[in-house]
């Protein structure tokens, strides 16, 4: 199991033939990921040669939908023309649009999560490194390669540090890792994660990364104390963070004690979720929970 993604997604490109999309649509193919087309009007019927697998490039999203079945795509596009990419993903049925591209304005941000939402199709970020089930699919900018398949969960604001717990817990392994990006406004939530990871049987901890700014922790807190019964751990990027200043893609700022690591930190704990002070001590802690739940099935076994 995993969640949003699975080897059965079939996944288009908006921007495949870009340099960016290029580079990365290599990179998830090779990571196992069914690409079964790119999108750009001006290219329309050509394809793309990815070391020996053959993508087709359609003019539009609809038409790569009713040729492939695709029901995922990952965005590309230019800031200026995400907002159009998204709805015209959603206007076609696209189950999930994976919004890479960062620099959206606030207020298109806000008009194509309003129009996914309202089309049924969910969307991850816009500026995000996508989200990876390892061993088999990964959509988006994931390094594929630190980590392989296992029974935790992670769900992060930041794109490096979700690389970064990725590979300090690499021998354990993830069964998905969703970066939903630090912008103001983002498809999807940690709720909306925890919701999922909570739901899915091949879950068993969850690993919930935060940043300054906002209360979207805060809310997670509250979430997690009402309705996760999974183990969560947690960490919150910016304790040495200035007040008062803008810090960061996030554009996260600090004003008082709203939106600090330290207030995100003490709600978290409040709702009995381990929250590290780096991401080395992070790791420790799902080592250790993982370890008691070992030895508490060790000896509900040997009473047995």
């Known amino acids: 199991m995993a969640i949003y993604l699975t080897k059965e997604s079939k996944v288009l490109v908006q ?3 870009g340099a960016e999309g290029m580079k990365h649509t290599r990179r998830m193919l090779a990571a196992g990921t069914d690409v079964v087309g790119g999108v750009n ?14 993508v087709p490039v359609f003019g539009s999203v609809r038409e790569g939908v009713e040729r492939t079945g695709a029901d995922v795509t990952v965005v590309f596009v230019p800031p200026a023309f995400a907002k159009a990419a998204v709805v015209e993903a959603a206007d076609a049925g696209i189950g999930l649009a994976v919004v890479i591209t960062e620099g959206i304005p606030v207020h298109d941000a806000v008009a194509l999560t309003a129009h996914a939402r309202a089309e049924g199709t969910r969307v991850i970020g816009p500026n995000c490194p996508g989200l990876i089930t390892p061993g088999q699919s990964n959509a988006g900018i994931i390094p594929p390669d630190i980590t392989k398949p296992g029974r935790i969960g992670l769900v992060s604001k930041s794109g490096t540090l979700t690389y970064q717990l990725m590979y300090e817990l690499r021998d354990l392994g993830f069964s998905t890792c969703v970066g939903i990006g630090g912008d103001p406004v983002v498809g999807t939530s940690h709720i909306d994660c925890l919701t ?12 919930l ?13 509250a979430h997690i ?8 751990v947690g960490y919150i990027a910016g304790f040495t963070a200035p007040e008062g200043r803008t810090m960061g893609h996030a554009g996260a700022i ?3 004690s709203s939106g600090t690591a330290r207030a995100k930190k ?9 929250v590290g002070s780096t991401p080395t001590e992070t790791a420790r802690h799902v080592l250790d929970l993982l370890r008691g739940a070992a030895q508490d099935d060790a000896r509900a076994g040997a009473r047995a």
């Open 254 to 256: 600090v004003s008082g």
């Open 196 to 207: 999922a990871f909570q739901d899915d049987p091949d879950t068993d901890l969850i690993i």
């Open 225 to 232: 104390r009402e309705h996760v019964t999974k183990p969560v």
């Open 266 to 274: 003490e709600a978290l704990e409040a709702a009995g979720v381990r």
């Open 209 to 221: 990364i935060g940043e300054i700014g906002g209360d979207a922790e805060e809310r997670a807190a």
């Open 15 to 17: 921007g495949m033939t």
């Open 41 to 54: 009007p001006r290219k329309a019927g050509g394809t793309v040669d990815f070391d020996g697998r053959t």
